[in-house]
Nanobody
Framework: VQLVESGGGLVQAGGSLRLSCTASGLTFDDYVIGWVRQAPGKEREGIASYSSNGGNIYYAESVEARFTISSDDGKNTVYLQMNNLKPEDTAAYFC?????????????????WGQGIQVSVSS
């Protein structure tokens, strides 16, 4: 299983970015895909969890109404659209895959991880 994130970068507060997570070696229907972030000096925080088998999505309160998950199953890619970004969203963002046992924001739920990508939001 390999997960590769792209689309990070530097943006001003109020701006938008779209992260992509392209997977190989797995079929989305067999996994739950999550987005987890880690800010400097802080623990990993699960922010979104998605199951293509039913299209269920679960967001953390810190990002709900600002971030949106979508997927292109034909490309084996999951997207995280991030709008109205805030400086506190600055972190390394990771795409992760976990077993199809329901949605979870717990980082320890996930068994395969991408390398992470940096998102920086300036004030």
């Amino acid at each position: 299983v390999q997960l590769v994130e792209s689309g990070g970068g530097l943006v001003q507060a109020g701006g938008s970015l779209r992260l992509s997570c392209t997977a190989s070696g797995l079929t989305f229907d067999d996994y739950v895909i999550g987005w987890v972030r880690q800010a400097p000096g802080k623990e990993r925080e699960g922010i979104a969890s998605y199951s293509s088998n039913g299209g269920n999505i679960y967001y953390a309160e810190s990002v709900e109404a600002r971030f949106t998950i979508s997927s292109d199953d034909g490309k084996n890619t999951v997207y995280l659209q991030m709008n109205n970004l805030k400086p506190e969203d600055t972190a390394a963002y990771f795409c992760a895959a976990g077993p199809p046992r329901g949605l979870s924001l717990r980082p320890h739920f996930y068994t395969a991880w991408g390398q992470g990508i940096q998102v920086s939001v300036s004030s």
